[in-house]
């Protein structure tokens, strides 16, 4: 009896251990609010840096230089957050998403686990700042890093865009053949078959710029210029969204026609 | 021994209690931002979509609109299937990285 009590409360012990880690987990939507918030903090740190380098030029005192350094390093914190906030909301993006292959999740974790190691190592740079001298050399090495800090992860995530962008066009694809099938067997299918041309039409810019923000995205690397790549991958399947929703109308009005018996 | 027992299922229940409160919150607040959404689908349904298609094409089709969910059998995809499809192109949602590089 005494052995079952120990181990009721053994269970119990692990229970409360545990519980809190279901409870706190964070979700994705969740990660991006804190990613939204570490940037808003980092544009206030690079105001009061801003702020704090006027002060030292109306007035160079050994105070107002030490608020440089000081003020300076909470700019270099701040960035550090805001790049870790991104990484685990780009994380938690693709856990979540029961879509993406199994490949390109465990891709953006290895990222952001060896991303976050290299964040830790940065911040001790951070703390060994003492002066203005140490300060611009760290902020040159930080901006060489930060680059490095990103272009993996964002790669690995344009990847993921890529194949839910394919996916959605594959369901138009789908859809399309199908309503098509079913329009050619009709007597009086002349308005319906123009609509589904014309949702084919779309489909095909649609993969077109699907396969162009691929290009781009293989692109994100260093060296290079990893975030002009990213966003220039963002603008294509920008574009095809547009092209996939004008395919999804044209599906939706030769659907109606159908269901109507024609013309 | 009643007693360590009694004291155990109240630890128990304190216990799912303070894990479940959380949990609960957010599924509040997820069922909340859905009816929302639902609210928004619901303000624009795709008959609106396919009247800006009518005048883009010239259809004029105020008395063609049939009750979709009567006659969907004759087609082999459902106005559920496509309406589905059309929620789910507009989640795709690509954001740059502009604040970081700022």
Redo the contacts between chains.
């Keep these: 009896?005494k052995n079952s009590?120990g181990k009721?409360?053994g269970i119990?012990a692990v229970?409360?251990l545990v519980?809190?880690i279901?409870?706190?987990a964070l979700?994705s939507s969740e990660a991006r609010e804190e990613w939204v918030d570490a940037?808003r903090i980092?544009q206030e740190k690079q105001a009061a840096y801003t702020e704090a380098k006027l002060d030292y030029a109306a007035e160079p005192t050994s105070e107002n230089e030490q608020l440089i350094v000081e003020t300076g390093k909470d700019v270099l914190y701040a960035?550090l957050d805001?790049?870790e906030a991104?990484l685990n909301w780009k994380q938690l993006e693709a856990e979540e998403n029961s879509e993406v292959p199994d490949e390109i999740k465990e891709a953006i974790e290895d990222d952001v686990k060896a991303n976050l190691d290299k964040i830790e190592a940065l911040r001790t740079d951070v703390d060994d700042i003492d002066n203005r001298l140490e300060l611009g050399i760290t902020y040159l090495k930080m901006i060489g890093k930060?680059?490095e800090l990103?272009a993996d992860a964002?790669r690995n995530t344009g990847a993921m865009?890529v194949y839910?962008?394919e996916t959605?066009a594959d369901?138009?694809s789908e859809?399309e053949q199908?309503?098509r099938?079913?329009a050619e067997e009709m007597d009086d299918n002349t308005?319906i078959i123009e609509?589904l041309d014309?949702a084919k039409e779309e489909l095909a810019e649609a993969e077109t710029n699907i396969a162009k923000a691929k290009e781009e995205y293989q692109q994100v690397r260093i060296p290079g210029q990893p975030?002009i790549k990213?966003?220039n991958?963002?603008s294509y399947?920008?574009i095809a969204?547009g092209n996939?929703?004008s395919s999804?109308?044209?599906?939706?009005?030769a659907?109606?026609?159908?269901?109507?018996g024609g013309n | 021994m009643k007693k360590v027992l009694l004291i155990l299922g109240m630890i128990v229940l304190i216990s799912l209690l303070i894990a479940c409160a959380p949990a609960k919150q957010t599924i509040t607040k997820k069922t909340i931002v859905t009816e929302k959404e639902a609210t928004v689908i619901n303000s624009e349904p795709s008959a609106n979509d396919d009247a800006d298609l009518e005048t883009e094409t010239g259809t004029t089709s105020e008395t063609e609109q049939p009750s979709t969910t009567a006659s969907s059998s004759s087609s082999a995809v459902s106005q559920e299937e496509l309406d589905q499809l059309k929620e789910e192109i507009e989640k795709m949602e690509f954001e740059d990285l502009g604040g970081l590089s700022e």
């Design positions: 009896m009590v009721l409360i119990l229970m409360l519980m809190p279901f409870a706190y979700t940037k980092s960035a805001e790049v991104w930060y680059f990103l964002a865009w839910i962008g959605r369901q138009v859809y199908k309503l099938a079913t308005e609509m014309q975030l990213f966003s991958g963002n399947l920008t969204k996939l929703l999804y109308h044209y599906l939706n009005q659907y109606l026609l159908i269901v109507s």
